[in-house]
Nanobody
């Protein structure tokens, strides 16, 4: 069975930090681009970041650029999303997804191009 499992979410104050993890099981995570997406209540699911199979290139949506950092450790079958300077508008369920392509291209943010999804982890930013 092929699975992705997110962890590391929680509740933080504005300005705080979280590191999300996405761990794969059932396959070796070394040939897939991995995307992070998020969905807030009443909002469409949106792309947050993408990392290519070899760790580069990476890309970020405007919402997180300069505050979020994506990385991967293929030996651990894990991709990370380090989030800093968190804002209330970052509150959402965050999902990781494995693509059928190895490199993040111009359409990296299209959710339909990803084959496997985790269950999501809740991130709440509030005072």
């Amino acid at each position: 069975q092929l699975q992705l499992v997110e962890s590391g979410g929680g509740s933080v104050q504005p300005g705080g930090s979280l590191r999300l993890s996405c761990t794969a099981s059932g396959f070796i995570l070394d040939s897939n681009a991995i995307g992070w997406f998020r969905q807030a209540p009443g909002k469409e699911r949106e792309g947050v970041s993408c990392i290519s199979m070899n760790g580069g290139p990476t890309t970020y949506a405007d919402s997180g650029r300069g505050r979020f950092t994506i990385s991967r450790d293929n030996a651990k079958n894990t991709v990370y999303l380090q989030m800093s300077s968190l804002r209330p508008e970052d509150t959402a369920v965050y999902y990781c997804a494995a693509a059928r392509f190895p490199r993040c291209g111009s359409l990296w943010y299209a959710a339909g191009r990803y084959d496997y999804w985790g269950q999501g982890t809740q991130v709440t930013v509030s005072s």
